[in-house]
T-cell receptor, first 112, second 114 residues
Framework: GEDVEQSLFLSVREGDSSVINCTYTDSSSTYLYWYKQEPGAGLQLLTYIFSNMDMKQDQRLTVLLNKKDKHLSLRIADTQTGDSAIYFCAERGSSNTGKLIFGQGTTLQVKP | NAGVTQTPKFRILKIGQSMTLQCTQDMNHNYMYWYRQDPGMGLKLIYYSVGAGITDKGEVPNGYNVSRSTTEDFPLRLELAAPSQTSVYFC?????????????FGPGTRLTVL
């Protein structure tokens, strides 16, 4: 079945770049998403990429998609302490229900 | 716009008790979803709805029921609470399933079953 995998934890120093990785199995994925969850809050959409793109840049965020390897990454440049959160990768298949399959979430810890 | 609201924020239940988790959205979204989030496990889809009067099972529906009598409300019912249902529950909604189809999430309900 469909599956999305992420590493569970990443620790970086403030000002460094962070790279969070994700692999997925559904080759019919149409959109892939990165959601951010701050402590005690719900998830918020951070960025997304359409499956026919291989890169998307949005200010400090760069999303890379390798469709052949079914690998997605999120790079955060100049990581700040306010970036500390859990980051979820999610994929949407080709059905018309809008259902998302989420990864386990990567906890990003940013040290001052 | 309040967005997606959920009540209660926290709840402790005894085994065998029942309760309803409330979810309301004021964005006139057709699509609504219930997820549970267990530590280190990501979010799992419990039930979803594509419009008023229509609901369907997600990945982990056992032990839960839903209804969708209006566009705004999508309550989740636990009939006989079990310790395995201890989790954080998130409700989400989206306006469409075409294009970006962003899901908007509520703040969550933290449920403990003892």
């Amino acid at each position: 079945g469909e599956d999305v995998e992420q590493s569970l934890f990443l620790s970086v120093r403030e000002g460094d770049s962070s790279v969070i990785n994700c692999t997925y199995t559904d080759s019919s994925s149409t959109y892939l998403y990165w959601y951010k969850q701050e402590p005690g809050a719900g998830l918020q959409l951070l960025t997304y990429i359409f499956s026919n793109m291989d890169m998307k840049q949005d200010q400090r965020l760069t999303v890379l998609l390798n469709k052949k390897d079914k690998h997605l990454s999120l790079r955060i440049a100049d990581t700040q302490t306010g970036d500390s959160a859990i980051y979820f990768c999610a994929e949407r298949g080709s059905s018309n229900t809008g259902k998302l399959i989420f990864g386990q979430g990567t906890t990003l810890q940013v040290k001052p | 716009n309040a967005g997606v609201t959920q009540t209660p924020k926290f709840r402790i239940l005894k085994i065998g008790q029942s309760m309803t988790l409330q979810c309301t959205q004021d964005m006139n979204h057709n699509y609504m979803y219930w997820y549970r989030q267990d530590p280190g496990m990501g979010l799992k889809l419990i039930y979803y709805s594509v419009g008023a009067g229509i609901t369907d099972k997600g990945e982990v529906p056992n032990g839960y029921n839903v209804s969708r009598s209006t566009t705004e409300d999508f309550p989740l019912r636990l009939e006989l609470a079990a310790p395995s249902q201890t989790s954080v529950y998130f409700c989400a909604s989206s306006t469409t399933t075409s294009g970006i189809s962003e899901q908007f999430f509520g703040p969550g309900t933290r449920l403990t079953v003892l």
